[in-house]
């Protein structure tokens, strides 16, 4: 198992803590796997094995638990008598029918260390947020940055071709699991559908009933068809009704919202540098996994600045940062990155020439304060400062920053 240090060292550093750990993210993005590496990291810090109490909800091994009742009263039946700490890692448990009730009375009647993942954002919502509100952490797991790629696919920055496993990366996504599959790209693409099927119908249309999957389709493939492009309901609305489908901005922007809270898709808010307050118009979408997308819609060389421009947002929130996109009047900058003290601006430019070099950098002159800003591009030989700018090599920023 390899080893995803990001993740894993925010979970040690609530272990013991009363607040219950909730592991967020897409399906197969993780988070199961995190989960193990947790339990190894109990164990070898001195934990008794019999003192740790794992279920995978998606197991028939654990079809007799998906009740909170039944759940309860097996746990307790093995841990209520010790006074000892005792710890729970609780797999895919929205599965459990009333689960948050479960929850909420383990951490009330055990002195437990309590762990669960989900797939899907409402989780933190509703009832769970009522019975433990300000007693839960949310670690949210992503598919694989570009480093993470290399190390699960056995490559070595200083000795492996970086521009082709880069173009691998880009075309295939981050999904952990992609590296134990052979046959090649077009098997690869399988995998991802297959998984892009089962979200869609686990964690958007069973959870959500809907009953227009049809339409809840055509909405997906525009919605990542258009990546990196400023976003309207109306916009939608509008190319459907082009296609003979009819549809109110509100359904637009619920199956949006479907769609988000199954990680399939993030909104980018735009944020306007000189008022500095978000816009509640012009967002943009990025997918969750590149790979995921290239299944769905097809990879076309076209495509790539919307491509790089998600990859670069995906990097940024994999490393904790907040990300809208910057308006400076009528001028755009790609992304606007905060955690807590500490902003950053990066415009992202696919290949940098003469003739676009003064509009690639204009966004980023204009804004006065002293924040690091970059310029991202693919293009060799690019790398340098200008007028306190910094320009760097795509590949590069994804590996060291």
């Not at 699991?177 to 098997?187: P, R, V």
Request: aromatic share 10%; glycine share 6%.
């Amino acid at each position: 198992m390899y080893p995803r240090p990001l993740y894993l060292e925010q979970l040690l550093r609530f272990k013991d803590s009363p607040v219950v750990k909730v592991i967020t993210g897409m399906r197969r993005c993780g988070k199961s796997a995190l989960l193990e590496l947790y339990r190894d990291a109990l164990l070898n810090s001195g934990v008794p094995p019999e003192r740790i109490f794992s279920f995978n909800f998606e197991s028939l091994a654990n079809a007799d638990l998906l009740d909170y009742m039944a759940l309860y009263k097996r746990v307790m039946a093995n841990a209520g008598e010790t006074k000892e700490k005792v710890y729970l890692l609780f797999d895919e448990i929205q599965e459990v029918e009333g689960w948050q009730k479960a929850v909420n009375a383990f951490r009330v009647d055990l002195n437990a260390d309590i762990t669960i993942t989900g797939s899907n954002a409402r989780l933190l919502s509703g009832e769970l947020a009522t019975l433990i509100a300000g007693r839960y952490v949310e670690i949210r797991v992503w598919p694989l940055s570009f480093a993470e790629f290399l190390l699960f696919n056995g490559l070595k920055t200083e000795s492996c071709d970086l521009l082709k496993a880069f173009d691998a990366f880009v075309r295939q996504g981050g999904l952990p699991g992609l590296h134990q599959i052979g046959g090649g790209m077009e098997a690869r693409m399988q995998y991802l559908g297959d998984i892009f099927d089962a979200v869609l119908l686990k964690d958007v249309v069973q959870r959500n009933n809907v009953r227009d999957v049809e339409l809840l389709s055509r909405i997906i493939m525009f919605l990542m068809d258009n990546i990196g492009s400023p976003f309207s309901a109306k916009t939608v609305s509008d190319f459907l009704k082009s296609q003979g489908r009819k549809l109110s901005t509100e359904t637009v922007y619920n199956y949006l919202r479907f769609l988000e809270r199954a990680f399939i898709v993030e909104k980018a808010k735009r944020f306007d540098l000189k008022g500095k307050k978000l816009l509640e118009t012009q967002e943009k979408i990025f997918v969750c996994d590149t790979g995921i997308r290239n299944a769905v819609v097809g990879f076309r060389p076209d495509d790539i600045a919307g491509l790089l421009e998600n990859i670069v947002y995906l990097h940024l929130r994999q490393k904790g940062y907040d990300v809208t996109i910057g308006k400076l009047d009528a001028l755009e900058v790609d992304f606007v990155a905060r955690k807590r003290d500490v902003q950053i601006y990066i415009q992202v430019c696919y290949l940098l020439t003469d003739e676009n070099r003064a509009r690639e950098l204009a966004p980023l002159q204009k804004i006065k304060d002293n924040y690091p800003k970059f310029l991202l591009t693919m293009s060799p030989m690019a790398e340098g400062s200008i007028d306190g700018i910094m320009v760097k090599d795509f590949i590069k920023f994804l590996l060291d920053f």
